[in-house]
């Protein structure tokens, strides 16, 4: 379910995703599919790791590449489950062919 609520979506981002929501900063974004795919992307993980989970290792990965990388960008993007969701964004048929604990293959 799509929710427009800028108020939960941190600074300098667009979107975020709690299953079974994707919360949007501006209503605009409704319509841009590659980005709602990016955000299905993430249900299908949380989903995959039973959302808790999802959140324990998203936070313990990102501060592992933030001491890697010494730099906000550079950890967030290089989150396995962040890898995964840029690199198949465009791919709108992506998530009726993607295998489960895909984003596995993005840990490097």
Known sequence: MIVI??????KKYCGLSIYP????KYKSLKTDEIFINHEKI????QIELLWIFF?????IEYF???FQYKNHNKA???IS???EAYMNENNLKYLKNRKHYSFL????
């Open 5 to 10: 609520f800028k108020h939960i979506v941190p």
């Open 21 to 24: 929501f994707i919360f949007l």
């Open 42 to 45: 993430h249900l299908k993980q």
């Open 55 to 59: 959140f324990i290792w998203y936070f």
């Open 64 to 66: 592992i590449r933030l």
């Open 76 to 78: 967030y993007k290089n």
């Open 81 to 83: 489950f962040e890898r």
């Open 105 to 108: 293959k993005y840990l490097k």
